[in-house]
């Protein structure tokens, strides 16, 4: 048997084959049920016990030998039947295609990293939210018509006590209140998410867009403080010769209120279509807290006072890349976001 095994072996190192048909049919000879080294396997159980050990290493080695020398022919002819010569079908896909940051992402992350180096912080809360953080607390009056069903998505409505109503948060106002619900001044800090109004959707309105609101709370604080912060801001975003200006306006939760315009960052304020031809266009809402807001929240509005202020992430990030219908920025099509591959 051993002369067998010894004779197989050297027929197989010298096995080749010039085509596929010709390595199967070596294949059958030597691999198969009825092939030849089976057909050892077979005799091997008559082998005396005492030989059986040094017989069965050999007759593996066999088996093994010629498995590999099938398999390396083999190889050879799957490069040639494919017709891939010079393909490496092993090699990861190229190219890999990276993925883009979202231009709202982009836009929310260059507001959020501005005022982190004016010392404000990140503050986060539910999107799904009570009436009670959302306008109560915030001095919102019990008919406030943002209250309405035109505005407010409903999730859960409590009859007998409105203020227990389950909401889709209108603003990232809530976030400010629950902060200061726990938290004593010095307060400083932004809050970055999605908002939910019930609005019919076209190019210039959806039922959700993204605001970052901030809100800085200690002794002393005043209007001055709150100017020069958002000055700073607008030339940080828009660059530096970017003005500002402050128009009266009303918030239930500050006062007083105001609106900021910018100049116009596309005609730097000569006047063009995009500005209405005034060379100012709105970009948020601001103004000093409300005390009734501060007292509501646990802070004694005698002793601090603070700023506020809520901008759409949208809307800027419109004045940046000039977007011209606002539901590109939630239909995911990848040619638009494409676009801003090198913005960041
Ligand atoms: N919460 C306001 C809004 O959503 C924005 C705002 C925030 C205005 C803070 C003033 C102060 O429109």
Known sequence: MIAKIEQLLQEVEAMTANNAEELEALRIKYLSKKGAISELMTDFRNVPAEQKKEMGMKLNELKNKAQEKIAALKEQFDTRDNECDGLDLTRTAYPIALGTRHPLSIVRNEIIDIFGRMGF??????????????????????DHPARDMQDTFFVEVNDEDVTKNIILRSHTSSVQVRVMEHAQPPIRIVCPGRVYRNEAI???AHCFFHQVEGLYVDKGVSFTDLK??????????????????????????TEPSAEMDISCNICGGKGCPFCKHTGWVEILGCGMV?????????????????????????????????VSDLRLFSENDTRFLKEFEAAH
Do not use: W
Not at 122 to 138: M, N, W
Not at 228 to 233: G, H, I, M, R
């Open 228 to 253: 020069q912060v958002l000055l700073l801001f607008a030339q940080e975003m828009f660059g530096a010769e970017t003005k500002i200006r402050l128009r009266p306006s009303y918030f239930p939760f």
């Open 290 to 322: 409300d005390p009734n807001v501060l007292d509501a929240c646990g802070i004694d509005s005698k002793v601090y006072s603070g700023y506020a202020f809520g901008m759409g992430i949208e809307r800027i990030a419109n004045l940046k890349y000039r």
């Open 202 to 204: 076209s190019y210039r």
């Open 121 to 142: 912080n990140i503050s986060e809360g539910p999107e799904v939210e009570d009436d009670l953080h959302v306008y109560t607390k915030l001095n919102f009056a019990a």
